[in-house]
């Protein structure tokens, strides 16, 4: 067994190579590969990957939430938080500007599928993310050298669809797409993006975090367009008061994801990418079925939904205290703001009952240490990856002829 252990512990530490993950396995040291070996160096570092935990470790993890939420909130409070949801988020923003959080620079290492599929669009972005790394070293780290971590054995054991990789099939839609539509409402019915042969949609964009690092790497793929909207009015308003905002390739827009009347500034079935990032957890459970079949309408046959939220047991979660619980794992913040913990067998439900392919479903969890303070705390993260099926019922003629001349 240590032989085994030292082996994957050797991968993990060397395999920083850009790749698309498409299936149910751990990424590839997200984030880096920072491994704690030796306990004794734990506070050597702000944050460790691939934390396993201990038995007492999760049973003092179970103790804590069963604490604090014994307690519920009053239901008139909670009618509150769900009917004012948007204005606390606004006066969030207000007060915090674009200063509370990180820009997320990490996102093309989780999800490269935020690039198109585009050789120059490709090579540029390996330059400037993974530090020219080379693509052939890959061939060492491949899934018969590396020993399968403790935590990757049962990732593959619930499926909703197949593994197969989404790149190839996402650019073979990205280049049938004008010519899909070229018969439809497209050709004749303007809206923003609608040149665009490549459409990403972020939801909550806050006040741009992420929006303005995808932008940064779409600049050179003048192809694509990025759509964004939050339901926050102020968040909206400091996305487009940044100054690395284009109306060209952006278009930033108030939405409430919950509303399924509300209209969105462009047609279903166009966006080959949609990225919900810490934005479901602020979603009521009994609202968030309703919300993701909604964006699934909005993905073309091939599309993903790119998803990564708070895991269950997250530090967030053990840090609530008593009172501020709404229902089991679901959370009200001193601000007003909510969040859920979820598990990775209720994201799997939720996304296939939308009818998505599942490609990857992984627990994330990472230990961050405060080395001032000598003091651990795990973090528990969710990450997905789902698709639109491929459907070729409709058009033979133009989808079918494609694909079979890649077999």
Not at 52 to 69: F, L, M, P, T, Y
Not at 127 to 135: A, G, Q
Not at 265 to 280: E, H, N, Q, R
């Amino acid at each position: 067994m240590n032989v085994i252990w030292r082996n994957s512990v050797s991968c993990l530490r060397i395999r920083k190579v850009p790749h698309r993950y498409q299936s149910g396995n751990h990424p590839a040291a997200p984030l880096g590969s920072r491994i704690l070996t030796d306990p004794a160096k734990v506070f050597e570092h702000n944050m460790w990957d691939h934390m396993q935990w201990s038995k007492e470790e999760a049973a003092a993890a179970r103790k804590r939430v069963e604490e604090n939420s014994a307690v519920r909130v009053l239901l008139e409070e909670q009618v509150k938080y769900e009917n004012e949801a948007s204005q606390y988020w606004d006066t969030f923003y207000k007060i915090h500007k674009n200063k509370f959080f990180k820009d997320r620079n990490w996102l093309l290492r989780e999800f490269p599928e935020i690039i198109p599929v585009d050789q120059k669009t490709e090579e540029k972005t390996q330059e400037s993310s993974w530090d020219n790394v080379k693509t052939g070293a890959a061939n060492c780290f491949s899934r018969t050298h590396c020993p399968i971590m403790p935590e990757e054995k049962n990732l593959g054991m619930k499926r909703c669809g197949s593994s197969d990789g989404p790149s190839k099939a996402r650019s073979h839609f990205s280049n049938l797409d004008s010519e899909e539509h070229s018969e439809g409402p497209l050709k004749t019915e303007l809206f923003p993006g609608s040149s665009a042969t490549f459409r990403i949609l972020e939801v909550g964009c806050g006040a741009g975090n992420s929006v303005f690092p995808i932008l940064n790497t779409l600049q050179n793929a003048p192809e694509s367009f990025l759509y964004c909207c939050d339901f926050a009015s102020g968040a909206v308003e400091l996305v487009k008061l940044h100054s690395s905002y284009r109306a060209a390739q952006c278009c930033a827009f108030v939405h409430d994801v919950c509303d399924e009347d509300s209209p969105y500034p462009f047609p279903d079935g166009i966006l080959d990418v949609i990225l919900l990032v810490f934005v479901l957890s602020s979603i009521h459970p009994d609202r968030m079925q309703g919300v993701i079949n909604r964006l699934s309408k909005l993905l073309k046959p091939g599309g993903m939904l790119l998803f990564r939220d708070y895991g269950r047991y997250d530090k967030t979660q053990l840090r609530f205290k008593r009172g501020h619980c709404l229902s089991e794992n679901f959370y009200v913040r001193g601000d007003g703001t909510r969040a859920y913990f979820f598990t990775k067998g209720e994201v799997h439900t939720m996304f296939c009952k939308a009818g998505l392919d599942e490609k990857q479903n992984l627990v994330d969890r990472r230990l961050q240490v405060n080395r001032k303070k000598q003091v651990k705390m795990h973090r528990v993260w969710v990450q997905g990856k789902f698709q639109k099926p491929l459907h070729l019922t409709q058009k033979p003629s133009k989808l079918v002829s494609p694909l079979l001349s890649h077999d």
